[in-house]
């Protein structure tokens, strides 16, 4: 069974910065990506940013220079910076780990419990 765990979250004035993290049960290297994603009220859930095994990394245009995921191996930990927060980044955030599960190439999505980000005006 593989955990996820997030903090981080909280209530910030526009402009302000959050950093979330999402600890995990098992060495990060082990996945295929981890990433972050973002559900707000009424709206499905959307990708934010997410870092490959290798560590490429990839952003949703929304939050293109506004935030940074990195990773710190050795802590199984992986994060997410965000700058310039507007109204509109209000959501939930989940972590996500996708595992290769077949040698074909399948894979299993693991997510956690989810973190509130709150923006105001």
């Known amino acids: 069974q593989v955990q996820l765990v997030e903090s981080g979250g909280g209530l910030v004035q526009a402009g302000g910065t959050l950093r979330l993290s999402c600890a995990l049960s098992r060495s990060i290297l082990n996945f295929n990506a981890i990433g972050w994603y973002r559900q707000a009220p009424g709206k499905q859930r959307e990708l934010v940013a997410s870092?490959?095994?290798?560590?490429?990394?990839s952003y949703a245009d929304s939050m293109k220079g506004r935030s940074t995921i990195s990773r710190d191996n050795s802590k199984n930990t992986v994060y997410l910076q965000m700058n310039s927060l507007k109204p509109e980044d209000t959501a939930v955030y989940y972590c996500?780990?996708?595992?290769?599960?077949?040698?074909?190439?399948?894979?299993?999505?693991?997510w956690g419990q989810g973190t509130q980000v709150t923006v105001s005006s």
């Open positions: 996500n780990a996708k595992l290769q599960v077949t040698v074909e190439g399948a894979l299993r999505d693991y």
């Open positions: 870092i490959r095994s290798g560590g490429s990394t």
